[in-house]
């Protein structure tokens, strides 16, 4: 295990890519997923690791123990080994995996009520984040949707050469990003739906990562 070979690691974050297949559905949730890798790996790679997926995470048995494994969440349905490691993680403790050999292949929901499903288990535990992931990761989405917001609403006003030309240039500068990331992490295919896909993230982080979060602060109010 070369993540950790270095003594003071002691969480290791993994790579869980889903199975390419058929359909809107599919690329869609691949395209969410790495979305979300690409979210947490830089995090972590920037001093401020936060979450991991549980398909492929690890961490030492003497870390588990300190932190008292999943007993402080254990009245959740889902995403306790998301909040121990949001718990624990820290710049000096954490390591990041990424190479091919180590990833671990699901396969993709085959359902849009699937996928609604099951993201919204996903991000039912976000709002028990560190306060400062919750602005850095509002932030991040709500600017992504601010920006396509800001666009549409000049758009619709007669104003086209603004939005327009910003959009040319945003896509001159995360697209051929995003073609890097893509082969990076698998998805290479991807690329060429890249227009279509960052416009439904946008969509998905303006809209639906708020209600989810709502609906798991709810549901857990509820729960108590």
Not at 27 to 46: G, N
Not at 71 to 93: F, K, M, Q, Y
Not at 153 to 177: D, E, N
Request: glycine share 8%; net charge positive; with cysteine.
């Amino acid at each position: 295990a070369a993540p950790f070979s270095e003594k003071k690691t002691e969480i290791v974050l993994g790579y869980g890519p889903l199975l390419p297949a058929p359909g809107l559905l599919n690329r869609w949730a691949r395209f969410e997923t790495t979305m979300v890798a690409l979210q947490y790996f830089s995090l972590a790679r920037a001093g401020r690791p936060y979450m991991g997926v549980g398909r492929n995470l690890a961490w030492r048995r003497p870390l588990f123990e300190r932190a008292g494994g999943f007993e402080t969440h254990r009245d959740l349905a889902s995403g306790d080994d998301d909040l121990l490691i949001n718990a624990v993680a820290r710049p000096d403790n954490t390591a990041c995996c990424l190479h091919p050999e180590a990833w671990t292949w699901s396969a993709a929901p085959d359902s849009w009520r699937g996928w609604l499903r099951q993201k919204r288990r996903h991000l039912s535990a976000g709002w028990q984040y560190r306060l400062t992931d919750q602005i850095i990761l509002a932030a991040t989405g709500l600017s992504h949707a601010g920006f396509y917001a800001l666009c549409l609403t000049l758009l619709l006003s007669g104003h086209w050469s603004i939005p327009l030309g910003a959009y040319a240039l945003r896509a001159a500068i995360v697209w051929p990003v995003f073609s890097r990331v893509a082969r990076r992490l698998g998805v290479s295919d991807l690329w060429r739906c890249w227009p279509v896909l960052d416009m439904g993230w946008a969509v998905y982080q303006g809209v639906g990562v708020p209600f989810f979060l709502c609906w798991g602060r709810i549901k857990s109010i509820a729960w108590r």
